[in-house]
């Protein structure tokens, strides 16, 4: 038994690296999309004071939402690291995690089907499927740090009870 | 093992399994040349390259790492520092390559331990010094292998120092970090060792540069995952092993001598060292990084005079004095030859055993000469007499 903790411990350390490793592509592609991808203006009226405003507040909170989700993520991701060195953590960061991934699994699916939907064009296809693998990849691990968590608490609790 | 080990701690052996003071010094010189006796060393002498037995770190540095390179260190390493255990072990679920490596893997009490003392049997004390080196060196560089590995000699996170206090066993995690310049601290648990590198065949994957110089403490306990062995723990008992390798050399040596009538291993002459026992063992446990004064202390009480330090350049003029026909019967010639006849048998061995880490072996006295020119040395010192 302590083999196997051992070793779902090194797992979950591995994991939590790589959810880590996928929460700074995210900020970093997020970042790229905000300061490189155009904004064409569409409104045929000059914007207003009250209209400027509104978007300086939808920006302001886009930002912290993209903060509480990155940080929840490094969070995650950390807690996972940290047991894996067998530091006793709680379970928040686990079902934190198991949410996650249920969006991520929600949102992965109505994308694909939006995607087919709306059909592939021939420049978006190759950026398309290059985000699947990543997406998919993402989810994965996360998933894997959520069955591995769980392992590693059962199998703590085992062994303090046979102690 | 260091020099507190290889020079002080074997003269100490070799004078309780019997030899003189004089046959003590020649043997632990040679055992402490087996680490110093580099392809620089002997370019300065004019020496043949192939007796090298060890490698500095220099020449480590700019050694190739390609398919030739990599057998070149494999068989210095595997033949002097990390004799392999068992050739044959089994290894489940692993290709050729794996296999190759897992059975490079050092131990004590192998069939090669039990060679490689029959090899020092006929021959000078050079040849008993340096098979006290190789044997030393099974114990304390145990679990590692003699050839750059990542998935055999690397070590992670979960390495912990075991010390006994008033409270019982404790543990403590070890803090490794790459300072080759600054000594290990004790005190804080922070050692030194070599960098993570990804390349399975890096050489700071060779031997155990990845637990650092903990090995060759004598008093380190402490265990650790070996990345061979599947999550098991590795718990290593450096005073406890040390103390059966000095037994076991002071065996080695009185059968050397005809004391013993048949070298058998895992057995351990420690009635003979008895009247030691205990301030070998104090010796052992002591926390320190060079023990060397405490052991030439208990070799001075052996002896009955003072012992001389290790001096690499003692018998270096008397081999570049020598005429070429003659240097060989000097007593560097006589290491070199020693040297090659180990490394040759150990090589051999590795290849027989149809593992081509250590490269090709020919049997030259069946097969005739081929290959590596300085080895015709062996040849001609086995036709001369100088082993039976």
Same mark, same amino acid.
């Given at each position: 038994?302590?083999?196997?903790?051992?070793?779902?411990r090194?797992?979950?350390?591995?994991?939590?690296?790589?959810? =880590? *490793? %996928?929460?700074?592509?995210?900020?970093?592609?997020?970042i790229? $999309? &905000?300061? !490189? +991808?155009?904004?064409?203006? /569409?409104?045929?009226?000059?914007?207003?004071e009250?209209?400027a405003?509104?978007?300086?507040?939808?920006?302001?909170?886009?930002?912290?939402?993209?903060?509480?989700?990155?940080?929840?993520?490094?969070?995650?991701?950390?807690?996972?690291?940290?047991e894996?060195?067998?530091?006793?953590?709680?379970?928040?960061?686990?079902? =934190? *995690? %198991?949410?996650?991934?249920?969006?991520?699994?929600?949102?992965? $699916? &109505?994308? !694909? +089907?939006?995607?087919?939907? /709306?059909?592939?064009?021939?420049?978006?296809?190759?950026?398309?499927?290059?985000?699947?693998?990543?997406?998919?990849?993402?989810?994965?691990t996360?998933?894997?740090l959520?069955f591995t968590?769980?392992?590693?608490?059962?199998?703590?609790?085992?062994?303090?009870?046979t102690? | 093992?260091?020099?507190?080990?290889?020079?002080?701690?074997?003269?100490?052996?070799?004078?309780?399994?019997?030899?003189?003071h004089?046959?003590?010094?020649?043997?632990?010189?040679?055992?402490?040349?087996v680490?110093?006796?580099?392809?620089?060393?002997l370019?300065?002498?004019?020496?043949?390259?192939?007796?090298?037995?060890?490698?500095?770190?220099?020449?480590?540095?700019?050694?190739?790492?390609?398919?030739?390179?990599?057998?070149?260190?494999?068989?210095?390493?595997?033949?002097?520092?990390?004799?392999?255990?068992?050739?044959?072990?089994?290894?489940?679920h692993?290709?050729?390559?794996?296999?190759?490596?897992?059975?490079?893997?050092?131990?004590?009490?192998?069939?090669?331990?039990?060679?490689?003392?029959?090899?020092?049997?006929?021959?000078?004390?050079?040849?008993?010094?340096?098979a006290?080196?190789?044997?030393?060196?099974?114990?304390?560089?145990?679990?590692?292998?003699?050839?750059p590995?990542?998935v055999?000699?690397?070590?992670?996170?979960?390495?912990?120092?075991?010390?006994?206090?008033?409270?019982?066993?404790t543990?403590?995690?070890?803090?490794?970090r790459?300072?080759?310049?600054?000594?290990?601290?004790?005190?804080?648990?922070?050692?030194?060792?070599?960098?993570?590198?990804?390349?399975?065949?890096?050489?700071?994957?060779?031997?155990?540069?990845?637990?650092?110089?903990?090995?060759?403490?004598?008093?380190?306990?402490?265990?650790?995952?070996?990345?061979?062995?599947g999550?098991?723990?590795?718990v290593?008992d450096?005073?406890?092993?040390?103390?059966?390798?000095?037994?076991?050399?002071?065996?080695?040596?009185?059968y050397?001598?005809?004391?013993?009538p048949?070298?058998?291993?895992d057995?351990?002459?420690?009635?003979?060292?008895?009247?030691?026992?205990?301030?070998?063992?104090?010796?052992?446990?002591?926390?320190?990084?060079?023990?060397?004064?405490?052991?030439?202390?208990?070799?001075?009480k052996?002896?009955?005079?003072?012992?001389?330090?290790?001096?690499?350049?003692?018998?270096?003029?008397?081999?570049?004095?020598?005429?070429?026909?003659?240097?060989?019967?000097?007593?560097?010639?006589?290491?070199?030859?020693?040297?090659?006849?180990?490394k040759s048998?150990?090589t051999?061995?590795?290849?027989?055993?149809?593992?081509?880490?250590?490269?090709?072996?020919v049997?030259?006295?069946?097969?005739?000469?081929?290959?590596?020119?300085d080895?015709?040395?062996?040849?001609?010192?086995?036709?001369?007499?100088?082993?039976?």
């Amino acid at each position: 038994m302590e083999k196997e903790l051992r070793h779902s411990r090194s797992v979950l350390h591995i994991l939590g690296t790589g959810v =880590i *490793a %996928f929460t700074l592509w995210g900020f970093v592609k997020t970042i790229m $999309i &905000l300061l !490189l +991808v155009p904004v064409e203006p /569409t409104a045929s009226e000059p914007a207003s004071e009250a209209t400027a405003a509104g978007v300086a507040i939808l920006v302001l909170l886009l930002l912290l939402f993209f903060s509480l989700l990155f940080g929840l993520r490094l969070y995650i991701g950390m807690s996972a690291r940290a047991e894996g060195k067998g530091e006793r953590r709680g379970s928040a960061y686990v079902m =934190i *995690a %198991f949410l996650f991934s249920l969006i991520q699994i929600l949102l992965f $699916i &109505l994308t !694909l +089907v939006y995607s087919f939907k /709306t059909g592939f064009s021939e420049r978006t296809v190759s950026e398309t499927a290059a985000g699947f693998i990543v997406e998919i990849s993402s989810m994965v691990t996360m998933e894997e740090l959520v069955f591995t968590a769980m392992k590693v608490k059962r199998l703590t609790k085992q062994m303090r009870g046979t102690e | 093992m260091q020099k507190d080990f290889h020079y002080y701690a074997t003269y100490c052996a070799a004078r309780i399994a019997g030899y003189s003071h004089d046959e003590g010094m020649e043997i632990c010189y040679s055992a402490q040349l087996v680490d110093l006796c580099s392809r620089t060393f002997l370019a300065g002498l004019k020496g043949p390259r192939a007796a090298a037995t060890t490698q500095l770190q220099l020449e480590l540095m700019d050694a190739r790492t390609d398919l030739v390179g990599l057998q070149d260190i494999t068989r210095i390493w595997a033949s002097f520092h990390f004799l392999p255990y068992n050739l044959h072990a089994k290894v489940n679920h692993a290709g050729r390559r794996y296999r190759s490596k897992y059975r490079l893997i050092c131990r004590p009490n192998g069939a090669l331990v039990a060679d490689t003392v029959e090899l020092a049997k006929r021959r000078g004390t050079q040849a008993v010094g340096l098979a006290m080196h190789v044997l030393a060196d099974t114990w304390a560089h145990s679990n590692f292998a003699g050839t750059p590995s990542l998935v055999i000699n690397n070590t992670d996170y979960y390495f912990y120092e075991l010390r006994q206090s008033p409270d019982g066993e404790t543990e403590r995690p070890v803090r490794f970090r790459h300072n080759p310049g600054a000594e290990d601290d004790l005190e804080r648990g922070i050692y030194s060792n070599s960098i993570f590198q990804w390349n399975e065949n890096s050489i700071m994957n060779l031997g155990h540069g990845r637990a650092g110089h903990l090995p060759d403490y004598s008093f380190a306990c402490y265990k650790y995952l070996p990345a061979w062995g599947g999550y098991e723990e590795i718990v290593k008992d450096n005073p406890t092993d040390y103390y059966r390798a000095f037994c076991q050399m002071v065996y080695a040596m009185r059968y050397i001598r005809g004391s013993v009538p048949a070298f058998e291993l895992d057995s351990y002459d420690t009635e003979s060292v008895a009247p030691w026992a205990e301030e070998i063992r104090s010796i052992l446990q002591k926390r320190q990084l060079d023990a060397c004064g405490d052991w030439k202390a208990l070799g001075e009480k052996l002896a009955g005079c003072a012992l001389e330090d290790f001096d690499l350049e003692k018998y270096q003029a008397e081999y570049r004095a020598a005429e070429k026909m003659k240097k060989d019967e000097t007593f560097l010639g006589r290491f070199f030859i020693a040297a090659m006849a180990q490394k040759s048998m150990v090589t051999n061995a590795i290849f027989k055993s149809r593992n081509l880490l250590a490269g090709f072996s020919v049997d030259y006295a069946e097969k005739g000469f081929r290959g590596i020119r300085d080895y015709r040395k062996l040849l001609e010192n086995r036709k001369g007499g100088g082993e039976s």
